[in-house]
């Protein structure tokens, strides 16, 4: 079988089926993979609304299995090349409803995968439960995995802060459905031209959080091309894998429009720079603390006299700033960094950790 050169196939869809697309992806490969696979969620019988007309459901065959044991099968098939492609710090992303998301974790977990949050879409506008005979159904979820527990993923903590008006993000995200103008529509019958179109602020937030500019990510069943239309806004690479012609039509169309800034700094996000390591005997080697001065704990409870070089001396014990912390509450681990506290000339105590600070800004080291 051929195997498909990555740059020939970086921004464009691939018509085919994923798991036969996928195959001929090299391994360790794609950064981040977004899945909207089928839910399985034929409705069996036609379903109306009180006023008699028809809810437009989803009948497409693309979302018809003879069974859940035929369902799982394919799951599991397309999610095992998933993951043979995926780089080894890269994350994936799942989404689906009640009918299929908890079969979907759970294949994911048999194949080693290692969840990292689900996330409830909540949406604002839901579809209304018509018969009155359960809850709405309100929400979406979406897993969150790496192929790993020791994965050194992607993820913006800091961006996501900023999306949210400086507030954590948390896993519950409240967005509307797709409607309106982001809509995409069969030009002839006017009607939905993809049932299950998902808004682009559902992916805008998805990428933001687990990508880097450049990235690479892949959508193997692409639809009408979300995914492709915000990793294009936000500077990112993707490949589109789509076995329907009309979806693909519309998907390339829309990216197509797609106008992006050439100003590089409408790319940037909020990130926090690695702080540059500093051992304590820096502080003492610039004489911001001297050989026989003495450090305390916030309250005074416990103190310790620095030596020449850069180790305490608490009563009989001897050890870095953090040993000596930890032994004086009594604990395995300690920042030493911030329980040890010095007297300035001012006759404060004082946290050693703004020494650290202004070495770093020596180093030119500016915090977010």
């Excluded at 498909?4 to 490969?29: F, G």
């Excluded at 608490?314 to 395995?332: C, D, P, T, Y």
Aim: hydrophobic share 40%; proline share 4%; glycine share 6%.
């Amino acid at each position: 079988m051929s195997t498909y050169h990555l740059d020939k196939i970086l921004n464009t869809v691939i018509n085919a089926d994923c798991i036969e697309a996928m195959k001929q992806i090299a391994d360790n490969t794609i950064d981040v993979i977004f899945a909207d696979p089928p839910y399985n969620l034929q409705l069996g019988e036609a379903l109306r609304r009180p006023d008699n007309t028809d809810v437009k459901g989803v009948y497409e065959e693309w979302d018809s299995f003879e069974s859940i044991a035929e369902y799982d099968k394919y799951t599991k098939a397309w999610m095992q090349e998933a993951r043979r492609i995926l780089k080894e710090n890269g994350t994936i992303w799942v989404i689906g409803s009640y009918h299929n998301i908890f079969r979907v974790g759970y294949i994911m977990q048999d194949l080693g995968f290692w969840i990292l949050n689900d996330i409830i879409w909540n949406k604002t506008n839901p579809m209304p439960n018509f018969k009155g005979t359960r809850f709405t159904n309100a929400h979406e979820t979406l897993i969150w995995a790496t192929k790993n527990p020791k994965a050194k993923y992607t993820f913006k903590y800091e961006a996501m802060k900023a999306l949210n008006d400086d507030v954590q993000m948390r896993s519950t995200w409240e967005i509307p459905l797709c409607t309106g103008n982001e809509r995409l529509k069969n030009k002839t019958t006017g009607e939905k031209l993809h049932p299950t179109q998902k808004p682009e602020a559902l992916l805008y937030r998805v990428i933001m959080a687990s990508t880097n500019v450049g990235d690479i990510i892949l959508d193997p069943f692409f639809g009408t091309g979300t995914t492709g239309a915000v990793a294009k806004k936000l500077g990112r690479q993707f490949i589109g894998i789509e076995k329907d012609t009309a979806y693909i039509a519309g998907a390339k169309e829309r990216i197509a429009a797609i106008k992006v800034s050439s100003d590089e700094t409408a790319l940037e996000y909020s990130c926090k720079r690695k702080a540059p390591k500093v051992p304590f005997g820096a502080v003492i080697e610039r004489g911001l603390i001297a050989p026989g001065d003495i450090l305390y704990d916030e309250k005074k409870l416990h103190k310790a006299i620095v030596r020449s070089d850069g180790t305490l001396k608490m009563k009989n014990e001897v050890g870095s700033i953090h040993q000596l912390g930890a032994k004086a509450q009594n604990s395995v681990t300690c920042n030493g960094w911030v329980y040890w506290h010095f007297i300035n000339e001012q006759k404060k105590l004082v946290c050693i950790d703004t020494l650290r600070e202004l070495i770093r800004a020596e180093m030119g080291y500016v915090g977010e």
